[in-house]
């Protein structure tokens, strides 16, 4: 069975640094690309970055450009995403997602890891 | 970066309702289209992808049509377990953005 499994969420102050990993299983992790989306309490999904499978290419949304690095770490089946420079507007519970070569689809999802920036 | 824009907001409807949902890119994206279905406190769940094809698993109530910068969503006949938020998301180009998420509530 094709699993995601996300953890690192948290409550983490304004400017400060948190990691989210993605536990992948089930499948060939360097098969396919991973991405990250995120929701904010009561708002919709926002795309947040993706890296191919080699690790080779990645690509960011304009507001965590900068700021959030994808990687991922084929030898444990892992994603992450380094998020640094925090603000409340990056209050939310991050998925991670596989995406199907060619169709671009992501399925499946993790259940979700919330993080949420405050003093 | 690319727009999609979404609509309606939010749509109640019966069971047995046909319901039409719309996403429109700001500019063309061929058929890189997907529609994704999201229940409340879960995951979203994938639909269709490349604007017209049913993912494996998938109620054929379901379908999508569309190509360029016009797309719909629509279920032929809605049931109870398909009251949920619908969003479309473009893949054509980076960043991949979402529409904005089309709530269907029971009328």
């Known amino acids: 069975e094709v699993q995601l499994l996300e953890s690192g969420g948290g409550l983490v102050q304004p400017g400060g640094s948190l990691r989210l990993s993605c536990a992948a299983s089930?499948?060939?992790?360097?098969?396919?690309?991973m991405n990250w989306v995120r929701q904010s309490p009561g708002k919709g999904l926002e795309w947040v970055s993706v890296?191919?499978?080699?690790?080779?290419?990645?690509y960011y949304a304009d507001s965590v450009k900068g700021r959030f690095t994808i990687s991922r770490d084929s030898s444990k089946n892992t994603l992450y995403l380094q998020m640094n420079s925090l603000t409340a507007e990056d209050t939310a519970v991050y998925y991670c997602?596989?995406?199907?070569?060619?169709?671009?689809?992501?399925?499946?999802w993790g259940q979700g890891t919330l993080v949420t920036v405050s003093s | 970066d690319i727009q999609m824009t979404q609509s309606p907001f939010s749509l109640s409807a019966s069971v047995g309702d046909r319901v039409t949902i719309t996403c429109r890119a700001s500019?063309?994206?061929?058929?890189?289209l997907g529609w994704y279905q999201q229940k409340p406190g879960k995951a979203p769940k994938r639909l269709i992808y490349?604007?017209?094809s049913l993912q494996s698993g998938v109620p054929s109530r379901f379908s999508g049509s569309g190509s360029g910068t016009e797309f719909t969503l629509t279920i032929s006949s809605l049931q109870p377990e398909d009251f949920a938020t619908y969003y479309c998301?473009?893949?054509?180009?980076?960043?991949?953005?979402f529409g904005q998420g089309t709530k269907v509530e029971i009328k």
């Open positions: 997602a596989r995406e199907y070569s060619g169709s671009s689809l992501l399925d499946p």
């Open positions: 089930g499948f060939i992790f360097s098969s396919h690309a």
């Open positions: 890296i191919s499978g080699s690790g080779g290419s990645t």
């Open positions: 500019q063309d994206i061929r058929n890189d």
């Open positions: 490349a604007a017209s």
């Open positions: 998301l473009q893949h054509n180009s980076y960043p991949r953005t």
